[in-house]
């Protein structure tokens, strides 16, 4: 998203176009009224970019101060009244907390930062504010170097962050990641060497007023970090520095532009558009917005939001229409072609209905009685292959004599029924057909109980009860056939008693047997 | 001397406050945001007449689409049953006349069974015998499933009914027996369901052979039209 970046110094402020990680569109815009009037000419010219105010000024005050460590609205109250007491005639202050004390109270560590002159934002704002342009946010160059801090990848040691910025020598004093102050040494030379120069004496100052303000001792250990071009390192790494504790890093600003991706096309003379970069890559807030500002920035955020929901619900109703048109579509190709096929079915229907031959009866009924008819003919009970298979048994065995025989058709394989579960038929014949008797829809199970005699006998029991078990074993060759003998010619069970006669006439003695010969379907 | 001191009338500073804000909102915010409001809610009922009219339209061409495929279902179901009736009648016609002509469908003929058994008697030279038809009954099929299709037996307006016969005989050979089954059978649907033979007891004269005793009895099948279903039958004038 493109951003509109001004970057305000005490002698100037450049205005350019931040998008896609190019800078662009830089225009500069002297400190006084031509250069005011200029300004308002640009933006009437200008897409009507929410405006990112960045300010690199001298007129920069920093005050470390701890507060109790409360919360919510005493907390507000707190910074305010401290606030208002420090910096009362400017509205660009901000209050920030630095970690806790480790003793006493464990109050909370703040720093306090404004921007002492108002006037030198004035008719920028101004300008901004008649065009109706919403301010995003005030900025300080101070207050991001704890971001670059961090880029550069620096620790938690006591450090001085060294600047080359277009608005002159920025010096930031960090210890324990926390930002302390920062001042900002005007330009006052233009050759690398001389940069240098007041690059070594600035340092020293610095170095001596950080000692006078006991907030790093002298000869304790402190790096020095310092981006500048290359050509101003060049001179300030062939000087020798001999002071105890000191470490210097040198930071070309190429190595700084790979540090923050920026183009290789972006040829960089100052620090400045790494700051600018800060703004155009991260979402940061406002360091010093009045409440004015914030709230106008508000609304315009919310206007935003309201022209994205706008433009969202319309894509939104366009797909959702769109899917409901192409459904509908769908719907009307589909009743379309239903309604050819109903024309081409009712035509073959009117065909089908005139070429209906003459019929004697309702063509279902037709159709059950023949169906019906074949299933009798085809699952009949029919007693002869039972009898045939049994007349073939025995015409092996002639010694055996049958005496009865009863067949009947079942529904059941012949297992014992609870006599008392089923009613009684009554012998009028009055009784209820079973369909399954009839073979109704499958064949029915067929049962030949018989009673026999081993004839001539002489009293060999022993021939008798084999000549039984041949009939039985040549019955059961049939797959379909299962015997059981009901009543043997001699029941020889252990179970059971065994009853028979010896010494009689042989007349007497009949050894009868009853088989029970099942046939299955 | 009490003086009658009247109540200090309050002031309202929290109301005129929040209408300070208000007036401060109307006047300075919500220029900001009004064309944007007025924007949205633009987009808004586009969208709602965008989508609530496609949405109208597509249940109309719905509806219109289940009504064709409704009617395009009966006319199948019609055009279906039009043509598994004409295969009906061309595939069943000729045997259901048949079985007319044979007497499986329509009213017993029991003088017709009384004189087949006379000559089948006759023709096989067939000892005496005796024999009963019991009154006929109707066989419930309406919950037999058919087990090629398993569809249920729907045999219309006809129903199958069935007539107990039972003889009483004495046989020179079983066979006889069978003769006489194979003879009803291809003059109708007599199902043996049970049969009863044993050696006789009484001896004629020693030059006659031995005879069997047999009790058998069989259903004669056929199929009628319903009582009711007859009756309006008759009603109904032929067309």
Request: charged share 20%; with cysteine.
């Amino acid at each position: 998203m493109a951003k509109h970046l001004l970057y305000l110094t005490n002698n100037q402020l450049s205005a350019c176009i931040w998008d896609k990680g190019v800078l662009s569109n830089v225009q500069i815009f002297d400190n006084y009224a031509s250069g005011w009037s200029k300004f308002a000419e640009y933006l009437k010219d200008t897409v009507k970019l929410s405006a990112y105010f960045l300010t690199d000024l001298i007129e920069e005050d920093f005050q470390r101060d701890s507060l109790p460590h409360v919360y919510g609205s005493a907390r507000k109250n707190l910074v305010e009244r401290r606030l208002n007491s420090l910096y009362r005639d400017t509205p660009y202050r901000e209050a920030s907390r630095q970690g806790r004390a480790k003793e006493g109270r464990k109050d909370d560590q703040m720093l306090f930062s404004a921007l002492t002159n108002p006037q030198l934002l004035k008719p920028w704002v101004d300008a901004l504010q008649n065009l109706k342009i919403d301010i995003a946010g005030v900025y300080s160059v101070a207050l991001l170097n704890p971001y670059l801090f961090r880029r550069l990848n620096l620790g938690k040691q006591a450090s001085l962050l060294v600047t080359h910025q277009s608005s002159g020598l920025r010096q930031s004093f960090f210890q324990d990641g926390y930002l302390r102050f920062s001042r900002l040494a005007p330009e006052t030379a233009w050759s690398p060497e001389s940069i240098a120069d007041t690059t070594t004496i600035e340092i020293g100052k610095t170095r001596q007023f950080l000692a006078s303000t006991r907030q790093l001792a002298r000869g304790a250990p402190l790096e020095i970090v310092v981006v500048a071009q290359n050509e101003i390192l060049t001179h300030l790494q062939s000087r020798p520095y001999e002071e105890d504790g000191t470490h210097y890093r040198f930071i070309d600003l190429n190595e700084a532009r790979q540090v923050f991706k920026m183009p290789a096309s972006l040829e960089l003379t100052y620090c400045d558009p790494l700051f600018l970069s800060l703004l155009g890559t991260q979402r940061i807030s406002s360091h010093y917005a009045t409440a004015e500002q914030t709230r106008t920035h508000y609304y315009s955020q919310l206007r935003d939001t309201l022209n994205v929901v706008s433009v969202a619900s319309v894509a939104l109703a366009l797909f959702w229409s769109g899917s409901n048109a192409f459904d509908a579509y769908q719907a009307h190709q589909f009743a379309q072609q239903a309604k050819i096929e109903t024309l081409s079915t009712l035509s073959k229907y009117r065909e089908t209905a005139n070429s209906m031959p003459a019929t004697v009866a309702n063509p279902q009924e037709m159709r059950a009685a023949v169906d019906l008819e074949r299933m009798l003919t085809q699952n009949a009970p029919e007693p002869s292959a039972i009898l045939i298979a049994l007349s073939r048994a025995l015409d092996g065995l002639p010694q055996i004599k049958i005496h009865e025989l009863n067949w009947k058709s079942s529904e059941t394989d012949g297992s014992p029924i609870d006599p008392n579960a089923m009613p009684a038929p009554p012998v009028d014949g009055s009784a209820p057909v079973a369909p399954g008797l009839l073979g109704i829809p499958k064949r029915a199970f067929e049962i030949l109980e018989l009673e026999a005699e081993i004839i001539p006998f002489k009293n060999d029991y022993r021939s008798a009860l084999e000549s039984v078990q041949l009939l039985v074993d040549e019955l059961q060759k049939d797959t379909h056939i299962k015997v059981s003998v009901v009543r043997p010619a001699l029941d020889t069970r252990p179970s059971v008693k065994l009853e028979s006669q010896i010494g009689n006439d042989e007349a007497l003695a009949k050894p009868r047997f009853n088989l029970k010969i099942i046939w299955k379907p | 001397m009490a003086q009658n001191q009247q109540p200090p009338s309050k002031l309202n500073i929290g109301t005129v406050k929040e209408s300070v804000k208000l007036q401060g909102f109307l006047h300075e915010d919500f220029p900001i945001i009004r064309q944007a409001c007025i924007r949205l809610g633009i987009c808004l009922a586009i969208a709602a007449v965008l989508i609530g009219g496609s949405h109208f339209f597509y249940l109309q061409q719905s509806a219109l689409q289940q009504a064709a495929q409704t009617e395009l279902t009966q006319a199948q179901g019609k055009y279906t049953y039009a043509t598994n009736e004409k295969n009906d009648i061309k595939e069943f016609q000729p045997r259901y006349i048949q079985l007319v002509e044979r007497g499986f469908v329509g009213e017993e003929k029991r003088l017709d069974i009384v004189e087949l058994i006379q000559s089948i008697q006759a023709k096989y030279r067939l000892l005496p015998m005796s024999y009963e038809l019991f009154p006929q009954q109707i066989v419930p099929i309406a919950e037999i499933v058919m087990e090629q299709t398993g569809a249920p037996i729907s045999a219309g307006e006809l129903e199958l009914r069935a007539s107990k016969l039972v003889f009483r005989m004495n046989l020179l050979h079983e066979m006889d027996m069978l003769n006489l089954f194979k003879s009803l059978r291809e003059r109708g649907q007599f199902i043996p369901q049970a049969c009863s033979i044993k050696t006789s007891n009484t001896i004629n004269s020693l030059s006659s052979p031995q005879q069997l005793e047999a009790e058998c009895s069989l259903q004669w099948v056929t199929m009628g039209r319903r009582a009711a279903a007859a009756a309006d039958q008759a009603a109904t004038p032929a067309q």
